[in-house]
């Protein structure tokens, strides 16, 4: 079973940019969909997008055109591209793994993005 570690948080300025990373202790290449979830004081935590193990994408509506996520299977690495962030993308972002054949899900620890000026 793989181990999520994410990194990359932190303070943004709203209209910044900032890149969320989230390394794999296992290999994620054919066996895992990967995602990024978020989770703001007092809600619950969210889908905010999934790459698939052939690289097909899906989006929240709301960070659709803002964040893109990717993968780089030869690192065992997934990343979140935030453009544009606003307030409301303040929260908790987790890295989670998903394995394609028994749908267990795997989470890493979570890493704080706080979007201020």
């Known amino acids: 079973q793989v181990q999520l570690v994410e990194s990359g948080g932190g303070l943004v300025q709203p209209g910044g940019s900032l890149r969320l990373s989230c390394a794999a202790s296992?290999?994620?290449?054919?066996?895992?969909?990967m995602g990024w979830f978020r989770q703001a004081p007092g809600t619950q935590r969210e889908s905010v997008a999934s790459?698939?193990?052939?690289?097909?994408?899906s989006y929240a509506a709301s960070v659709k055109g803002r964040f893109a996520i990717s993968r780089d299977n030869a690192k065992d690495t997934v990343y979140l591209q935030m453009n544009s962030p606003k307030p409301e993308d303040t929260g908790v972002y987790y890295c989670s793994a998903r394995h394609v054949l028994d749908d267990v899900i795997v989470w890493g620890q979570g890493t704080q993005v706080t979007v201020s000026s």
């Open positions: 790459i698939t193990s052939r690289g097909g994408t």
């Open positions: 296992g290999t994620i290449s054919s066996f895992y969909t």
